[in-house]
């Protein structure tokens, strides 16, 4: 349940443009907090993500249709379809 609360609000946040925060579940309480963490824009390419950001600490491999794509770095991760950005989420990792 509390992983489909977290996709679901992850979803939400792809629509919400510029806006930066992270995710906190405490007790089952969703709340934001703004973060500052630098990631990747939605639309930037996977060459641009590595050039700018290194090598991810692990590549997850594409699933489905469209494709999709994970990768993760410490602190976030990105998640492409093809190879450009559609979300990036701070993992606190």
């Known amino acids: 349940?509390?992983?489909?609360?977290?996709?679901?609000?992850?979803?939400?946040?792809?629509?919400?443009?510029s806006a930066v925060a992270e995710t906190l579940v405490v007790d089952d309480h969703v709340t934001l907090r703004e973060?500052?963490?630098?990631?990747?824009?939605?639309?930037?390419?996977?060459?641009?993500?590595?050039?700018h950001f290194g090598a991810p600490v692990e590549r997850h491999p594409t699933v489905g249709k469209p494709p999709i794509t994970r990768w993760d770095y410490a602190g976030f991760s990105v998640f492409?379809?093809?190879?450009?950005?559609?979300?990036?989420?701070?993992?606190?990792?």
């Open 1 to 17: 349940m509390k992983t489909r609360m977290l996709v679901l609000l992850a979803c939400t946040c792809v629509t919400a443009g």
């Open 35 to 51: 973060s500052s963490i630098d990631r990747p824009k939605r639309g930037t390419t996977m060459n641009q993500v590595e050039a």
């Open 80 to 93: 492409f379809e093809g190879d450009r950005v559609i979300h990036s989420v701070v993992t606190g990792g």
